[in-house]
């Protein structure tokens, strides 16, 4: 005989309408509420190359700036550095604002640090060259290479840095955009490792960047999993107690119909 005929021979119409609402409704609870919730507040983290992040950070690399050379102390030194107005013939710089700024910063940035190694007193002598004069060759390449250096150096330590950030944190969302363009700026980075090309280097540590500072990664980040329970607990306890007590007299009856009726 059909199970919901024995039931609906032992209760009446509307127990019988009540004891199927009770079911599909615990139903729904425990095989789309409670999988749904879980779903919704559980940290994503797509698969990161851990491995490789850290054997790039721990590789010796080939990209070494130029080593610093003693110096002799002498009575004076002198200091140049350039500012370098491109193409625009017709803009005219404003000494006295570049004369403050150069007493207000530079200088005292300088006394400061060397004042406790040698005797320094510094007297400014600004020189304004008005015109177009191009760095050398040479000039452009050192800087390209040392700039080169550095985006290599720190795009590596970046994403090193976000690797133990990751595994430290488990509550720290990655998306699969995310975990794209760690994935290519580690090639990137691996690339430039090998073949010394400044876009590369550049390309790969702004990658890094844009995934250590993205905002998504804090999505979760003050949501843990005790949280969840503390929070939840009480929403749910007032409702899931008088279901379960339910459910569970609800199967006891059913239990007892299938044995009377063998």
């Known amino acids: 005989m059909n199970i919901l005929t024995l039931i609906k021979k032992e209760l009446p119409n509307e ?12 139903f729904l609870f425990l095989f789309v509420g409670l999988p749904l919730w ?33 110096f002799q102390t002498a009575s004076s030194y002198e200091i140049l550095f350039y500012l370098i107005n491109n193409n ?3 803009y005219s ?28 007193d510094i007297s400014t002598e600004i020189i304004f060259n008005t015109r177009g004069i191009l760095p050398s060759i040479e000039t452009f390449e050192k800087w ?3 700039r080169t250096i550095e985006n290599y150096n720190n795009g ?23 975990a794209k363009k760690i994935h290519n700026s580690l090639d990137l980075l691996e690339k430039c490792q090998d073949n010394n090309q400044h876009n590369d280097c550049q390309q790969g540590r702004l990658l890094a960047d844009q995934v250590f500072f993205d905002p998504s990664l ?11 329970f503390a929070i939840y607990v009480p929403l749910f306890l007032p409702m899931g107690a008088p279901l379960a007590w339910t459910l569970f007299n609800d199967i006891k009856f059913l239990i007892n119909i299938v044995k009377k009726n063998r």
């Open 15 to 26: 127990k019988f309408y009540l004891f199927i609402n009770r079911l599909i409704f615990s």
């Open 38 to 70: 879980y779903s919704t507040t559980s940290t994503y983290r797509a698969p990161l190359p851990y491995s490789r992040i850290s054997t790039l950070a721990s590789k010796p690399s080939d990209l070494t700036e130029p080593n610093l050379t003693s």
């Open 88 to 90: 625009d013939e017709n």
């Open 93 to 120: 710089l404003n000494k006295t604002i570049y004369e403050e700024i150069i007493s207000s910063t530079i200088v005292p940035y300088l006394i400061n640090t060397y004042s406790n190694y040698i005797n320094i």
């Open 144 to 146: 390209i290479n040392l």
């Open 156 to 178: 590596r330590q970046t994403l090193l840095t976000l690797s133990q950030l990751l595994l430290s944190i488990p509550n720290i969302v990655i998306d699969d955009s995310m």
């Open 218 to 228: 804090l999505k979760l980040l003050y949501f843990p999993d005790d949280q969840k």
